[in-house]
Nanobody, 128 residues
């Protein structure tokens, strides 16, 4: 049974940092493509960052230069380092695991992630 558990969220002031973790259980981590998404109240879920099979990454424009996605396959864990946080980063953050199907593409197109497994989310709140 696939299970994703996010942690590391919290409340910080603008300019602060947080490191989110997503621990994966119940499957071979390397067989899945991983990404981070977020959803703010009243808004649609949006892609934040993804990583491809070669380690290349992609980010939504609003977080480029501030967020870094990484993974440690040996620990079955995905990370999101978030620096210089802004109030507009406030959202519930989710990790997603998509069956690889041969290769992982670092894309944030939501259609690519259809059929993925999702964690329960971790809340990030950034105050002014």
């Amino acid at each position: 049974q696939v299970q994703l558990v996010e942690s590391g969220g919290g409340s910080v002031q603008a300019g602060g940092s947080l490191r989110l973790s997503c621990a994966a259980y119940g499957y071979t981590y390397a067989s899945y493509c991983m990404g981070w998404f977020r959803q703010a109240p009243g808004k649609e879920r949006e892609g934040v960052a993804a990583i491809d099979s070669d380690g290349s990454t992609t980010y939504t424009n609003s977080v480029k230069g501030r967020f870094t996605i990484s993974q440690v396959n040996a620990k079955n864990t995905l990370y999101l380092q978030m620096n210089s946080l802004k109030p507009e980063d406030t959202a519930m953050y989710y990790c997603a695991a998509r069956p690889k199907g041969g290769y992982c593409y670092a894309t944030l197109r939501f259609g690519y992630w259809r059929g993925s497994y999702w964690g329960q989310g971790t809340q990030v709140t950034v105050s002014t």
